[in-house]
Each structure stands twice: as structure tokens, then as C-alpha cells.
DNA sequence: GCGGGTTTTGCACATTTGGGCCGGAATGTG
DNA sequence: CACATTCCGGCCCAAATGTGCAAAACCCGC
């Protein structure tokens, strides 16, 4: 990777999240932490970020100085979005959906993955096109405005002409009497779609939302290959689902 | 292999790719560095691409890395998005392609305004949705990475299922003899397919594009229905274009 | 088609840059 | 205050670069 490729992810990285520590980008990109160490002194030495001890913070932030974890549930869902992450291999279709859960994926890609990604999310769009290798497939149709994705009967029927190998939903509700089910009609029905056209469903959902109940029905259990939430994968609340026969992590 | 022929192939490969490697390019091409380094030096002495130590990287790349506040001739195109803006009516199907000129159109939409925009320009779509009352309608397809608008057939048949009442077209070179030029061939095929599918197209440009050439022709004067800069409507810059039957603002 | 000039290319060399590694100093943290 | 990280300043090696030069290819007028 070129340095001035590093540094503009390091960048990112830190526009996006207000913070990055050393060792993280360290992993991240696979460089000593020297190196890390050096990009931050050039990038703050150009006024581009802020460096402290153990990483660096975004200027902005510097400005408000208010804890982190300003959004509940937010640290969860980086926790999901790695997991998730980690079931990506170089050269794979992978379908997703939107929601926050997803656009935290998004931000956790390696920027050394090398896949394409097809989706109508606005939001996650805008993510994909910040990672270098990542190859986007825009889903086109009428822009949903309460969901930022694409919803429509073009939408369904471009999703039929493609068979991914993964796709990334996330659930607003999971249940083992109902599956999973949702509040939206246009957006069930593009996510039915989409579980069709993929070869493995990865559900990803904060643990609150497990065993709850949305009105409209997506799919039940077995249509989902992996459930992926920030608890252990051998938490008690998880048991039932690893019974009816999903991986869990 | 020519050098033209090589530094064409160069140039395809970062506007692609953001990044090449100097290692690459000599082995895909089998001459020695020493040509790839100086076809890059040429490269960016005419700002083709941005040479690093190891390769180059695209325009493009280097702006979201080090995003300047200060768009080129920003103020300018202001005053052209608020003439364009002037044109669209309540109910109207307006196309739109991508470029920091519309933009800066899509900014300047007045919130009481009731139309659907029709798009697949990414940075476009993210404005059009902050405002309250447009639909948008998102032109799906592979997403090119430089121009962050979808290109390809999918993208150019479901233009042709249109017919817009308007279509606002950001050009970069205008010019009495040869008509509207461009530099990128896929997105050239996009804006003729657009400009097919309107009743009205009006160009919009900064008046240094005006009497300007690219290598890719997209279409003659006759096809511009308005053309709007941010010169005085009788400035004698654009007095042949009105000469040639354009409506200029 | 041929001799002279220009352009392009490859090679050898010295130089610079990038990035990993290490030991001691500095900074957090309990 | 003790302990763990993190930072700093070298040091070193490999890779990329700039430069000068000579061979090869190309152009062009005669």
C-alpha cells in the first residue's frame, strides 16, 4: 500500500469515527506501529488531525469535548460489524441492505479487501466509495425517504438476476416463533428478494432486538445461515437459535 | 507498444483503479521502470494523475484525502445553480448527471419546490435527500470510481425508458465547431443517452470551459435547447451561441 | 534509400525515501 | 510508586528515484 494511500485511510478513518488508536491502524493496515506512528506526525504537521498519546483525534472533535459513546449501542455495533468483517473474502459478490449496523460495516472494511459490493443504501454507497478496492454495484429504483435505499419493483427485479455469495441484513426484529419480521412493506419485500438471490444469509442485530416482534414477516429461521450480535457467541439469550440450526457468533 | 499508446493505457489503468504501481505497469506493459517513471512524470507534469514514491494515484483520489473547501470558480457556479434553479417548475421529471456544478444546483433547491429528480450521481443523490419535498429516482448500476456516477448498459436502458422534462448537463468543454466534448467514454455515452431522453437540455458551465475541447465528442450545438454561466447573457463571449439558436442566461 | 538529427529506451550509478527494528525516555494507569 | 504502553531518535536495508550516457528506433529532407 502507498503511503499517501495509507495516510488518506488514516484520514478517513478518523473523520469517520472522531478517533483512531495506533495499534488498531497498526492491524488495520498491517505496518509497524512506527510507521502509523510517522503518518500521524506528517498528517498532524499539515494541520489534518490532532495527535495524542496512543493515536489521534479528529480536529472537529478536538473543538467538542464530550465522551465517545455518544450513541447508545453504537460500540455494540462496531463489535457486530467486525465479526461480520471477518466472513468477507477477497473476491466476493455480498449483497446488503441498510440501516446503521450496516453502515458501521462499511467503515470496518480492511482497506485491503478486494470485493464488490451491490446494494441500494444511499448511506452505505457513500461508505463503499471511501475503500479503495471495493468495486460497487448501485441497485437503482424511487429513493425510499425514510429508509435511504432504493425501493421497487426495478430494484426486485435487477436482485433477481444475482446470485451473491453473501448478504448482510440488518434486523429490526428476530423471533423464534416468527423469524424475522419488519415494519416497512417496500423494504420486506426487497429484503425477501435479496435472501433469495443470495447463496448464505448473515443476520446482524444489537441483542436488544432478539425476540422481538415487527407486524410484517420476512422470512423464518431457515432461510438464515448466521446470526451475528455483540453478545458471545454461547450466551444464554443465543441457545435457541443454535438449536434451530443457525451459526452463531 | 507506442508511448501514447502506453500512457493511454496508464491513464485508463488509475482512473480505474485510483492507484498504480510503478512494478505493475512495467510488467503488464514489459518496458522497464525507468519508461513507466517517466511516462508518469509526464503524466504529471501535464496533472494527468499525482505522482507518489512507488506509482501515482488519480485526481480524484487525492481530493477526498485532502478535501479543499475552496472548489474551483465555486462562487460562479452559485450563480449558475441559482439560473438553473429559476427553470424548474412544481411536477417537473428532471435528469441530472454529476459534476460540482450540479452539485451545487442540488444545493440550491428551494425547499418549498415539488419535482423528481432523476440521477445516478452519488454526491447528487445525498443533497437531492435532504430536501424535503423531491422524490428521487437512482439510476443503478457499476459505480465508477472516479466520476461517482453509475455508468454502464443497465444505467443507459433505464435512461432510455425516460422522457425528463428538463435535463441539466454539467460539461466541461464547450465549442462552436465541435459542440459539447468530454474525456471519459463511459460517461459520455451516459449524458447522450440523457440528452435523448429530454424534451429541454440546458448545459451548464463556468465561462472558462466555453470554446474549449476534449477528445470525446457527446453532441452538437443543435441538441442544447440553454445554456447557462455565470456571465451577463449579452457578454460577447456568447454572442455566436446565440447566434447558433441557443438561449443563453 | 541514406546520412544526420532527434526521440525513445534501457542500463549503471549515486541518492533519496520508506519502513522495520531497537533501546532508552516519557507518559499513562492502577 | 511500580508497571505497562507509547513515543522518540537513531540505525539499517531494500526499494524507488534522478541522472548521465549510449544504443536503438524513428523522422525527414535530399
Redesign the pocket.
Known amino acids: ?3 499517501r494511500e ?1 495516510q488518506a485511510y488514516i484520514l478517513h478513518q478518523v473523520n469517520l469515527h472522531n478517533k483512531v ?3 488498531t491502524l497498526s492491524s488495520d493496515i ?6 502509523i ?3 500521524l ?1 506528517e498528517l498532524s504537521d499539515t494541520g489534518k488531525l490532532i ?5 489521534a483525534l479528529s480536529h472537529s472533535f478536538s473543538k467538542v469535548a464530550y465522551p465517545s459513546n455518544k450513541v447508545y449501542g453504537h460500540n455494540n455495533k462496531r463489535v457486530i460489524a467486525q465479526k461480520a468483517v471477518s466472513m468477507i473474502r477477497d473476491g466476493m459478490f455480498v449483497l446488503t441492505g441498510g440501516g446503521t449496523t450496516i453502515i458501521e460495516l462499511a467503515r470496518a472494511l480492511p482497506p485491503a479487501l478486494n470485493a464488490t459490493f451491490i446494494t441500494g443504501s444511499i448511506p452505505a454507497i457513500v461508505e463503499y466509495m471511501h475503500h479503495p478496492n471495493i468495486d460497487v454495484i448501485v441497485i437503482g429504483d424511487k429513493l425510499s425517504r425514510s429508509s435511504k435505499i432504493t425501493v421497487g419493483a426495478d430494484a426486485i427485479s435487477k436482485i433477481q438476476n444475482i446470485k451473491a455469495d453473501l448478504f448482510f441484513l440488518g434486523i429490526n426484529a428476530i423471533d423464534l416463533e416468527h423469524g424475522i419480521t419488519d415494519n416497512d412493506w417496500d423494504v420486506v419485500r426487497l429484503k425477501q428478494q435479496m435472501i433469495a438471490s443470495s447463496q448464505k444469509v448473515v443476520c446482524l442485530t444489537i441483542s436488544e432486538k432478539i425476540n422481538s416482534l415487527q407486524p410484517i414477516h420476512i422470512s423464518d429461521l431457515s432461510k438464515i445461515d448466521v446470526l451475528i450480535t455483540e453478545l458471545d457467541p454461547d450466551d444464554e439469550l443465543l441457545k435457541p437459535y443454535i438449536n434451530a440450526g443457525i451459526t452463531v457468533m
Chains 1, 2 share one sequence.
Do not use: C, N, P, Q
Not at 498491517?30 to 510507521?35: A, I, N, P, Q
Not at 495527535?51 to 493515536?55: D, K, L, M, Q
Open positions: 500500500m502507498l503511503k495509507r488508536l495506533s495499534a498491517d505496518v509497524s506501529e512506527d510507521t506512528r510517522r503518518d506526525l495527535r495524542v498519546h496512543g493515536g
